[in-house]
Each structure stands twice: as structure tokens, then as C-alpha cells.
């Protein structure tokens, strides 16, 4: 694990661990009358396990740390339509690769995924509320080729899957919150199943801010 993976761990735990404290300091704001936004909008920024199995014989581990930003929409009642996009990227280890013989350093995974869903979001009524999200999921993945998981002819198209997201808020005031959201997704390209160590979808612990304009 990279000095900036276990510094990146180091801040997402101090931070969940400091947060219950806020919540009953004198400094934090009195939550307002509670209310449905009918936008939101929010970022955030994550360590992400790859669930592929062979990944790391040619990237320097299954872990990295990932973008993400999302839009959601309220159609009806505590029900959004959610719309994401983040992203993954790594570099190649040491060595050789077994069939090119060319550096492992050569190898560079460039992953970015297109979500689709749904979001249910309680009416928050205090400043801690919880959420959960799912849909289906779209991946492109890019690779310097030969030093590569995938052949070319396998990346042309987008991979498909599923995404679920479990999360928690803590309101900072009436139209902002940070929010600790912990995503599982699967997804599969062109001529293989999505599921387990086939998938390139995985595991992915996210920190963020969303913003409640209207």
C-alpha cells in the first residue's frame, strides 16, 4: 500500500472517528425545520478495491483511491433518480509481463464507470440520517497495450453491471452535508461473466460533501 493509500485511510478514519463528538459539541449548528431537496448534488473521494482476481499480477495492488461525483433528482415522495460517474486508475509493478516480456511499468489501468439508479433518501429530520442507492452500472476500461489484463478487442465496448450504495450524513447546515458511503458493485466485459473475481466492479469506502441548492 502506497504512503498516499495509507494517508488517504488515516484521514477517512479520524474523520469518522471525530464526527460523533461534533455532533454533540456547542459549535454544531442546530438542524433546522427538516425538508426534502429536490436536488442534490455531491463529490467525494474513496479507496476502492477491484474485485478482478488477476489484477495484481500486473498493477501494483487491487486497492487505489477513486474520484466520484453524483446528481440526484426527486421524482416522487423519498425516491431519486440518481446519476454517477468516478473513476480508477493504476500503474504496473516491477518485472515482466509472462507473454510480452515487456516492463510491467509499461502497464497503466485507466477504469471509469457510468451509474444509473435509484436513491432513497429519508426526510432528514436530525443532523445524522442514512440512505441507500442501487442501479445498474457501465464501465469503460483503457489499457497500454500488450501490458494489458484485457486485449484491445475486449475494451471496445462499454461493460455492464450493478451498483448497491449503503451511506450515512451528517449535516453540517440545512443544504450541506458530509456523507461516509460504502459501495459494492459488479461488472463485466465483453466475453466474461461480472460476478467475483471476474468482475472489474469491487469494494469502494467514500468520503464526500453534497450540496442541497433547492
Do not use: C
Not at 14 to 23: E, K, M, Q
Not at 63 to 90: D, L, N, P
Amino acid at each position: 500500500m502506497t504512503n498516499n493509500n495509507k494517508t488517504f485511510i488515516l484521514v477517512l478514519v479520524s474523520l469518522i472517528l471525530i464526527l460523533p463528538a461534533l455532533a454533540h459539541s456547542q459549535y454544531a449548528p442546530a438542524f433546522q425545520k427538516p425538508h426534502l431537496p429536490r436536488v442534490m448534488l455531491g463529490g467525494d473521494a474513496a479507496m476502492f478495491r477491484i474485485s478482478l482476481d488477476e489484477f495484481d499480477t500486473i498493477y501494483k495492488s487491487r486497492w487505489g483511491t477513486s474520484y466520484a461525483g453524483y446528481v440526484g433528482v426527486r421524482v416522487y415522495s423519498t425516491y431519486y433518480a440518481a446519476f454517477k460517474y468516478g473513476s480508477f486508475q493504476k500503474e504496473g509493478k516491477s518485472g515482466l509481463h509472462d507473454e510480452s516480456g515487456q516492463p510491467l511499468q509499461n502497464a497503466h489501468w485507466n477504469e471509469r464507470w457510468y451509474k444509473i439508479g435509484a436513491r432513497v433518501h429519508p426526510m432528514p429530520e436530525r443532523q445524522w440520517n442514512s440512505y441507500y442507492g442501487f442501479g445498474f452500472a457501465f464501465y469503460d476500461v483503457d489499457e497500454n497495450q500488450p501490458v494489458a489484463v484485457f486485449e484491445k478487442s475486449k475494451t471496445d465496448e462499454l461493460g455492464t453491471g450493478f451498483y448497491m450504495d449503503l451511506g450515512l450524513e451528517y449535516y453540517l447546515r440545512k443544504w450541506a452535508a458530509l456523507y461516509f458511503e460504502l459501495g459494492i458493485s459488479s461488472g463485466g466485459m465483453q466475453g466474461r461473466t461480472g460476478f467475483e473475481a471476474m468482475s472489474i466492479g469491487g469494494y469502494r469506502f467514500a468520503l464526500g460533501l453534497t450540496l442541497l441548492p433547492f
